[in-house]
């Protein structure tokens, strides 16, 4: 029974952390393709603000 907590656990996880990438994604193509302020695509697309810059900071280093 345990490793079904488990395994119930860890795709609940996964679920979440998808969604927090999708919104991260979402709100980078906010700011790039229609140059909102990264505070209103963070606030948009319910991404947290700090990964959303974090993101942002790895892509125009490129």
Known sequence: M???RQR???FENGIE???KT???DDALLLIQKY???PEEAA???NAPLELVLEELEK???K
């Open 8 to 10: 119930t656990y860890d």
């Open 17 to 19: 952390t998808g969604k």
């Open 35 to 37: 140059k909102v302020s």
């Open 2 to 4: 345990e490793w079904e």
């Open 22 to 24: 999708k919104a991260i």
């Open 59 to 61: 892509t125009s280093e």
């Open 43 to 45: 606030k948009d697309m």
